[in-house]
Nanobody
Framework: QVQLVESGGGLVQAGGSLRLSCAAS????????MGWYRQAPGKQRELVAT???????NYADSVKGRFTISRDNARKTLYLQMNSLEPEDTAVYYC?????????WGQGTQVTVSS
């Protein structure tokens, strides 16, 4: 079993920045992929950004050029740097990790962007 714990969410004004962190309970080197998803009220959970074990990254069109996903293997931590935040980015952000056929989820962290 793997625990993923997100932090770094909060309230920010439009145009501002936040950095989300996702700390894993064990080494992240063996994960096939890690990523961030988000879910806004009344909407389905959607992909924000992913990174593979080969360091390939993928972003939702809505965040390209504004968000950056990265990982620190030594710290067992995944990050999401979010710049130029917009009210439409308001959501609960979830960290996820894939280990073979198993997907793990964190508990989520709230990001609220005020206009």
């Amino acid at each position: 079993q793997v625990q993923l714990v997100e932090s770094g969410g909060g309230l920010v004004q439009a145009g501002g920045s936040l950095r989300l962190s996702c700390a894993a309970s064990r080494s992240i080197l063996s994960f096939n992929a890690m990523g961030w998803y988000r879910q806004a009220p009344g909407k389905q959970r959607e992909l924000v950004a992913t990174t593979t074990s080969g360091s390939r990254t993928n972003y939702a069109d809505s965040v390209k050029g504004r968000f950056t996903i990265s990982r620190d293997n030594a710290r067992k931590t995944l990050y999401l740097q979010m710049n130029s935040l917009e009210p439409e980015d308001t959501a609960v952000y979830y960290c996820t990790a894939v280990d073979g056929l198993i997907r793990y989820w964190g508990q989520g962290t709230q990001v609220t962007v005020s206009s």
